[in-house]
């Protein structure tokens, strides 16, 4: 974010949430055994069901 200019307050939002949801939804973590938490939680929803 320290790269860019914002032209409005909707701009900075619109473009952390863009971020945040990638960040949240599609990234593998490293202490997620290099997983996204969507894959991270489908694993541990899949192993509490046995």
Do not use: C
């Not at 790269?3 to 990234?27: C, G, I, M, V």
């Amino acid at each position: 974010m320290n790269a860019n200019w914002f032209l409005s307050l909707a701009d900075p939002r619109s473009k952390f949430e863009t971020w945040r949801r990638q960040y949240n939804e599609t990234h593998p973590h490293i202490v997620l055994g290099w997983r996204t938490p969507q894959e991270f939680a489908l694993a541990a929803a899949l192993q509490d069901a046995e």
